[in-house]
């Protein structure tokens, strides 16, 4: 198994940015694939970026030229970086990888957007 700890949360004025990182219990480079998910209030969890070992970077279409997902091995941490926030990015942020044998979340970190 693996614990995931997010940290990087906060309160920003519309158009700021933030990097959320998350930080894992043990060697992430066994884990082919780490994500971002978000949850906002009354909807459902949505993948927001996710980043292969080789570094292959996938997001939503939402998010799309404002966000950066990153990935360093040697310090098994993933980090994504998010500029130009809107309000409809304010969401509880969780970080992810999964496996057939795994499938680990972190507890989120806050992102709260003012209009």
């Known amino acids: 198994q693996v614990q995931l700890v997010e940290s990087g949360g906060g309160l920003v004025q519309a158009g700021g940015s933030l990097r959320l990182s998350c930080a894992a219990s043990r060697n992430i480079f066994i884990f082919n694939v780490m994500g971002w998910y978000r949850q906002a209030p009354g909807k459902q969890r949505e993948l927001v970026a996710s980043?292969?070992?080789?570094?292959?970077?996938n997001y939503a279409d939402s998010v799309k030229g404002r966000f950066t997902i990153s990935r360093d091995n040697a310090k098994n941490m993933v980090y994504l970086e998010m500029n130009n926030l809107t309000p409809e990015d304010a969401a509880v942020y969780y970080c992810?990888?999964?496996?057939?044998?795994?499938?680990?979340w972190g507890q989120g970190t806050q992102v709260t957007v003012s209009s």
């Open positions: 980043v292969t070992r080789a570094g292959v970077a």
């Open positions: 992810n990888t999964r496996t057939v044998d795994v499938n680990a």
